[in-house]
């Protein structure tokens, strides 16, 4: 992979709870980067279009790592760069969310 910065804050919660909210006001901390793009679904196991947005769920998901890394390239050297996407908690419809994300951050190269 190349030096590219990776999420480290993921913001997960219900629909209609405040995660928007929550979204926009750590974005505005100058320690903390959020995507512009809110829900990228990245860690959530369906691989096609649901609400609009994608989610991945296969070896080679679509649009993939490329894609999902593209939404933090402009995170700069903060200390935190996150995103939120309310299908992590969608059990028992999605499943295995948590468990991608703990891969995700301990493969080789990530940072923290």
């Known amino acids: 992979m190349t030096d590219r910065r990776f999420p480290n804050l993921f913001i997960i919660g219900a629909m209609k709870c405040g995660t928007a909210s929550l979204h926009e006001c750590l974005g505005q901390h100058p320690d903390i980067f959020m ?65 991608r994300i703990h891969a995700f951050n301990r493969g080789p190269g990530w940072s923290t």
């Open 35 to 99: 995507t512009s793009f809110k829900e990228p679904q990245y860690f959530a196991p369906h691989g096609k279009l649901h609400y609009g947005t994608w989610g991945q769920g296969g070896d080679l998901p679509e649009p993939g790592i490329e894609w999902y890394l593209r939404l933090f390239e402009d995170a700069g050297d903060v200390r935190f760069a996150g995103e939120s996407s309310t299908s992590y908690t969608k059990a028992p419809w999605v499943t295995g969310c948590a468990e």
